[in-house]
């Protein structure tokens, strides 16, 4: 059991524990049963049960859910879920938190990989009956990530590209923070979702050797990013093996944006003129960079193979469609509510890495 603030903490309208007169609220319409405690002596089951069965909880096998939801009709039972709400502290939300980097908004509203992570987090809370509030607080102001909390505004938080601040969060925070976050961190102290960063940047490496490149460059992201440290770790590692070697003159960071992409690549392609191929940490770099490839009168990918990260939609259908590392972003946004949801009910904290693959296209 976690406890916040004296309240229980809760997933998709369950009391995990009772309270002496705080009891969830239902609006009785036939009189002959009064509280969920009456419906779960009929179907003698808990009261926790009964909650969980009556907001259809997942977590509660069908055939109970449908036998105490099947008593809950017979005697017209309907919930108050504004009084359920205030009796037990919770607001029945899920807040998403996401950074602004600079002041702007846009490497991460207006990114594609975003809005992929996001229809899987709004698909699986839609599942819990649960609703979404996205925040965007500053990076110097992490506190307001501990407002959505104390505030009451949401039960649980999802924070999705804030690895700049997860110290500072972390000093906020102690480890029964209801929080889990969206990538790699060493000593993370709070559950967390993640792709195989190591091996996406393996295999990409792998994947350019075994079609003859050996100038490979790498475009990163943040370079503070631990994701971003464990791509370049799966490229250089890689490179090594092989017998080539990392050359530091190939290696440049950047953001997440097709600006950055677009600029980092002419920048190297200025500096290494026997260039051939190109691991993106994103495939919106490794559109910039394509760009930045054709203005410099030179073709991809017979002159240099690219390959990005993410599988983004946009990735099929760019010219020419684009070799990425695929992370299953869907699942992705899955996962993180459900484990979150998890926590909420037992305040286990789990650590979850997804499988990568590699998807080859007309770009390599």
């Not at 504004?82 to 919770?90: D, I, T, V």
């Not at 700049?164 to 972390?170: H, L, S």
């Not at 097709?258 to 026997?274: F, I, K």
């Not at 869907?330 to 998890?342: A, C, P, R, S």
Request: aromatic letters at 6%.
């Amino acid at each position: 059991m976690t406890k916040f603030a004296g309240c229980v903490t809760v997933a998709n309208g369950c009391s995990l524990e009772h309270q002496p007169g705080r009891e969830d609220k239902f609006v009785n319409m036939a009189g002959s049963v009064k509280t969920i405690a009456d419906i779960a002596q009929l179907a003698k089951v808990s009261k926790s049960t009964v909650s969980r069965a009556l907001n259809d909880n997942p977590l509660i096998s069908r055939k109970t859910r449908e036998r105490i939801q099947a008593i809950a009709r017979e005697h017209h039972f309907a919930a108050n879920q504004g009084a359920r709400c205030l009796s037990l502290q919770r607001s029945d939300t899920i807040g998403l938190i996401l950074p602004v980097y600079g002041g702007t908004m846009h490497s991460f509203i207006s990114d594609p990989f975003f809005a992929e992570v996001l229809r899987g987090i709004t698909i699986t809370l839609a599942g819990y009956h649960y609703d979404l509030l996205i925040g965007q607080p500053a990076k110097d102001a992490p506190g307001e990530v501990q407002r959505y909390l104390e505030s009451k505004r949401a039960d649980g938080l999802i924070l999705l590209g804030c690895q700049g601040y997860f110290e500072k969060i972390t000093q906020i925070f102690d480890s029964q923070a209801p929080i889990i976050v969206w990538g790699a961190a060493d000593d993370l102290v709070f559950c967390n979702v993640n792709s195989d960063n190591k091996a996406g940047g393996r295999v990409a490496v792998q994947h350019l050797l075994r079609i003859g490149r050996r100038r490979i460059a790498f475009l990163g992201g943040y370079r503070s990013e631990p994701e971003v440290r464990l791509r370049q770790q799966g490229y250089a590692e890689t490179l090594q093996k092989s017998g080539i070697g990392s050359d530091p003159a190939l290696v440049s960071y950047g953001d997440y944006t097709s600006e950055s992409g677009y600029a980092q690549m002419r920048r190297l392609l200025e500096q290494v003129s026997d260039l051939d191929g190109v691991f993106a940490c994103s495939d919106v770099m490794a559109i910039g960079a394509m760009e930045a490839i054709r203005e410099h009168g030179r073709s991809v990918p017979d002159d240099v193979a690219v390959i990005g990260f993410d599988d983004i939609q946009l990735a099929a259908y760019c010219s020419p469609p684009l070799t990425t590392i695929r992370q299953n972003l869907l699942k992705g946004g899955e996962v993180l509510v459900q484990n979150l949801m998890q926590y909420l009910q037992d305040g286990i904290i789990t650590r979850t890495i997804l499988p990568v693959e590699l998807v080859t296209r007309k770009s390599t």
